[in-house]
């Protein structure tokens, strides 16, 4: 899949929710609460590599590693769109950054 697609189904399943939200609790759902959405995710990413490491006591889980780390990257798109930053823009300027930074500090 390429980025753009996942920004734009991304982006129409976050405003599929923020109705949910509105029905739930009278309003969507503000950055903040996103970013603990995320937390929570980002932590059972966590919780699962230690169970699929075997450091963790193996759970019933509801869900997958895969579907987490997914989950994951979806709010992090919705973090980002909320905020005006361009995910795909943002993700290029990382990986250029690190692969400058890498290649003068793993040099002989």
Excluded: C
């Amino acid at each position: 899949m390429e980025i753009k697609e996942f920004k734009a189904r991304s982006n129409h399943i976050r405003a599929a929710y923020h109705q949910l939200e509105v029905k739930q609790d009278g309003h969507p759902w503000n950055t903040e609460q996103d970013a603990l959405a995320f937390l929570t995710d980002a932590a059972l990413v966590g919780r699962l590599v230690m169970d699929k490491q075997g450091s963790w006591p193996s759970e019933d889980n509801m869900f997958s590693l895969d579907y987490k780390i997914a989950e994951s990257m979806w709010w992090l798109n919705s973090i980002a769109t909320a905020n005006n930053i361009d995910i795909e823009t943002a993700l290029k300027s990382f990986l250029e950054a690190r692969e400058k930074y890498t290649s003068v500090n793993n040099r002989d």
